[in-house]
């Protein structure tokens, strides 16, 4: 099933901002949230507190929260790869790791007895997919989902994400990518000119870049700034997700 989804960055925001925009993101179809846990500085307590109750508020609205991490959360909280539980504490539906492993242990952590899905960044031209696939993981725990990049002329050109798609669509294994919005004013870094996964949809319509990475075969397309207009959230909400269908201008 294909999905739309947003993002949320707890440390660069409100909590009730937050909320209300996940609760309008509800209401045109959203189910998938992206967040960012790749540091932890200050309070720690607080910050995992915020982010309970920013999960635990999209859950009830029946969002999917997948967590951005690295070894460096995975050393200042000190979780080890064989033992997942802190994530399943947070209520969260899965992991993506930022920064991989061997491939062993990623295979093994589709294994983990919470049920969490693995998600690894499938935007680098490697054999990485390949090498975790060997290990046997649960494919049913394992997904693919690409980077988006901040700066303008950094992003994904198209012959290189393709091949990117192909390595993990030959798997089987549901993807995303992102799409940034016109609208929105910060993500998960000081520089924000756009946060797109293609670099061609950098400053393109929102709902123009999503029908493209829909027509590629991408499963999830997912907003990667904040906030996205009520504008545009309508109009993704309102986008055939299995169809091509294109605005026709007549001449």
Known sequence: MRELGISIYPGHSDLQKDKEYIALAAKYGFTRIFTCLLSIEGDKEAIVSNFKETIAYA?????????????????????????????????????????????NEESLM?????????????????????TIVEYKPNKDNLLGCHNFYPHGHTGLPRKHFRKCNENFMKH?????????????TFGPWPVDEGLCTLEEHRYL????????????????????????????LQKLGELKRTMLDLTVILV
């Open 205 to 232: 319509p929102i709902e123009v870049a999503a029908k493209d990475l829909f027509k590629e075969g991408i499963d999830t397309v997912i907003i990667s700034n904040c906030y996205a207009s009520e504008e545009e």
């Open 110 to 130: 589709t294994f983990n007895p919470y049920d969490l899905k693995i998600e690894i960044n499938m935007s680098n031209d490697t054999s990485y997919v390949d």
């Open 172 to 184: 089987g294994l549901v993807t995303s990518a992102f799409v940034n919005s016109q609208n929105a």
């Open 59 to 103: 859950n009830s609205l029946g969002f999917k929260v997948i967590a951005d991490v690295s070894p460096k959360i995975f050393s200042d909280l000190n979780i080890s790869y064989t033992d997942l539980k802190f994530f399943k504490e947070l209520d969260a539906y899965g992991i993506r790791l930022d920064v991989g492993y061997t491939g």
